[in-house]
T-cell receptor, first 113, second 115 residues
Framework: KQEVTQIPAALSVPEGENLVLNCSFT??????LQWFRQDPGKGLTSLLL???SQREQTSGRLNASLDKSSGRSTLYIAASQPGDSATYLC????????????WGAGTKLIIKP | DTEVTQTPKHLVMGMTNKKSLKCEQH?????MYWYKQKAKKPPELMFV???????INESVPSRFSPECPNSSLLNLHLHALQPEDSALYLC??????????????FGPGTRLLVL
């Protein structure tokens, strides 16, 4: 059974720091991996999607990497800003005919001005 | 346009009421999803529609009844809900798997309170 874990559960850093959020999964037979952001009481915003054949994806100050063999992904945020404060969720795309996302519990990120 | 819309934004209902949640997208996506999310938890998948056919039902109680009238619309009919069904209900859409990008686009959700 695929399980997704995110560490740490919460992180508080001063503005301007570079930071890394971690995601690990137990079954390497994934379709893809997605990182999402969720602001309190809101829906989810897709940040990056990495296909299983890819090693990384970049969007602005965000860089996500994928190492399927070790079952790990990282989300790197450069030059953090208070507006980056949110919960970040990692989700693994799993299954072919019954494709669905298996979710981590999220990392709550607070960027202090 | 990468928008998924959901109505209503908030809903309060009694345990004997019947109500419906609506979701709409105009991105040409042929996969649509209903999720339930409790506070401080990740989303839980409820239903998946692929090409307007129900493809996944995650053992959801029959008091939740999904409907996909066409490729742009997804409804969730609610009847005889319990207080523990209070949650944020999220709709999402994507291209079906195998078409390259399966990024799921989420709506803002309907905040449901069952009294």
């Amino acid at each position: 059974k695929q399980e997704v874990t995110q560490i740490p559960a919460a992180l508080s850093v001063p503005e301007g720091e570079n930071l890394v959020l971690n995601c690990s999964f137990t079954d390497s037979a994934i379709y893809n991996l997605q990182w999402f952001r969720q602001d309190p009481g809101k829906g989810l915003t897709s940040l990056l999607l990495i296909q299983s054949s890819q090693r990384e994806q970049t969007s602005g100050r965000l860089n996500a990497s994928l190492d399927k063999s070790s079952g790990r992904s990282t989300l790197y945020i450069a030059a953090s800003q208070p507006g980056d404060s949110a919960t970040y969720l990692c989700a693994v795309g799993f299954g072919d005919s019954n494709y669905q996302l298996i979710w981590g519990a999220g990392t709550k990120l607070i960027i202090k001005p | 346009d990468t928008e998924v819309t959901q109505t209503p934004k908030h809903l309060v209902m009694g345990m004997t009421n019947k109500k419906s949640l609506k979701c709409e997208q105009h991105m040409g996506h042929r996969a649509m999803y209903w999720y339930k999310q409790k506070a401080k938890k990740p989303p839980e998948l409820m239903f998946v529609y692929s090409y307007e056919k129900l493809s996944i039902n995650e053992s959801v109680p029959s008091r939740f009844s999904p409907e996909c009238p066409n490729s742009s619309l997804l409804n969730l009919h609610l009847h005889a809900l319990q207080p523990e069904d209070s949650a944020l209900y999220l709709c999402a859409s994507s291209r079906p798997p195998g078409q390259g990008q399966e990024t799921q686009y989420f709506g803002p959700g309907t905040r449901l309170l069952v009294l």
